[in-house]
């Protein structure tokens, strides 16, 4: 079982940055990846960054170039650093974790970031 909580999220202008942190709740060496996703008003949830535990890393196009993931093993942190924000990051986001051994997904309760033009 693992525990996620996101943080970081808030009102920003567009062109402005915001860095949202997912802590888990026990020792992420060995989850297989960790990820964001966001889900805006009436759309579906969708992907914006993975990274696994071996550093590999993979963006949504529209997030490329401005959105970073990282993870920091030693404090049981995954980061996404979002740079040049727009209107259309407007969402919740929320962390995932992936376990693929017992195939078990984590979420967390999601951080709203609002991004005004």
């Known amino acids: 079982q693992v525990q996620l909580v996101e943080s970081g999220g808030g009102l920003v202008q567009a062109g402005g940055s915001l860095r949202l942190s997912c802590a888990a709740s026990?020792?992420?060496?060995?989850?297989?990846?960790m990820g964001w996703y966001r889900q805006a008003p009436g759309k579906q949830r969708e992907l914006v960054a993975t990274?696994?535990?071996?550093?590999?890393?993979n963006y949504a196009d529209s997030v490329k170039g401005r959105f970073t993931i990282s993870r920091d093993n030693a404090k049981n942190t995954v980061h996404l650093q979002m740079s040049s924000l727009k209107p259309e990051d407007t969402a919740v986001y929320y962390c995932?974790?992936?376990?693929?051994?017992?195939?078990?997904?984590?979420w967390g309760q999601g951080t709203q970031v609002t991004v005004s033009s």
């Open positions: 995932n974790a992936a376990v693929l051994a017992v195939s078990a997904y984590y």
């Open positions: 026990r020792s992420i060496f060995s989850i297989n990846a």
């Open positions: 990274i696994t535990s071996g550093g590999r890393t």
